[in-house]
């Protein structure tokens, strides 16, 4: 069982540049999100999906976009690199609790690694 | 919104000793969930404990427990007989009880087993 995958694990973009992170889980969770890691500030969520074609923005969703066009896939998209966005990316999947205020826990991938130059 | 607070950027304890991690936290709602996880080396987020805040009884997992205040919003965690594998960052995060299981993280503390 994989889990929450994560591609790449580092990358490294020049400013201007657009690319994908992929997320991908085997797990069947309905909600899936990124959270971006910075030093000093914790975790900070930046788009969730609380299933396939719905999504939603975080606290910080500028300059990214996502789609979810199938429960296992959660892609994210850098749409102009910007320096400010070089930190490290971890993509989440959790199941629906059995009632709407469980509280489940959030599987996370291993983080990808991302520097803008 | 919610936010969470790790007033202790950095902690450390000896081998085998007993350590607290502070962790308070804001909010207006009464259905909630607070967890923390541990951040290794690897960089992997792993969850350590959980705590559902209609629950008056502080959750146990083996070696680590929290003090869980709801009055005060606070939330710590002891970590006993401290190993060197419990060396990472640990977050305290908060999820809210609506829909989507969005998670709020504190901005994490170091901690350091000396042998």
């Known amino acids: 069982n994989a889990g929450v995958t994560q591609t790449p694990k580092f990358q490294v973009l020049k400013t201007g540049q657009s690319m994908t992170l992929q997320c991908a889980q085997d797990m069947n969770h309905e909600y899936m999100s990124w959270y971006r890691q910075d030093p000093g500030m914790g975790l900070r969520l930046i788009h969730y999906?609380?299933?396939?074609?719905?999504?939603d923005q975080g606290e910080v969703p500028n300059g990214y976009n996502v789609s979810r066009s199938t429960t296992e896939d959660f892609p994210l998209r850098l749409l102009s690199a910007a320096p400010s966005q070089t930190s490290v990316y971890f993509c989440?999947?959790?199941?629906?609790?059995?009632?709407?205020?469980?509280?489940?826990?959030?599987?996370f991938g291993q983080g990808t690694r991302l520097t803008v130059v | 919104a919610q936010t969470v607070t790790q007033s202790q950027p950095e902690m450390s304890v000896q081998e085998a000793e007993t350590v607290t991690l502070s962790c308070t936290y804001d909010?207006?709602?009464?259905?909630?969930?607070l967890f923390w996880y541990k951040q290794p080396p690897s960089r992997q987020m792993i969850l350590v404990i959980r705590q559902e805040a209609y629950k008056q009884q502080n959750a146990t997992e083996n070696r680590f427990s929290v003090n869980f205040q709801k009055a005060a919003k606070s939330f710590s965690l002891k970590i006993s007989d401290s190993q060197l594998g419990d060396a990472a960052m640990y977050f305290c995060?908060?999820?809210?009880?609506?829909?989507?299981?969005?998670?709020?993280f504190g901005a994490g503390t170091i901690l350091r087993v000396k042998s």
């Open positions: 995060a908060y999820r809210s009880g609506e829909y989507g299981n969005k998670l709020v």
């Open positions: 909010t207006s709602e009464s259905d909630y969930y």
């Open positions: 999906s609380v299933g396939a074609g719905i999504t």
């Open positions: 989440a999947s959790s199941p629906r609790g059995r009632f709407l205020y469980e509280g489940t826990e959030a599987f």
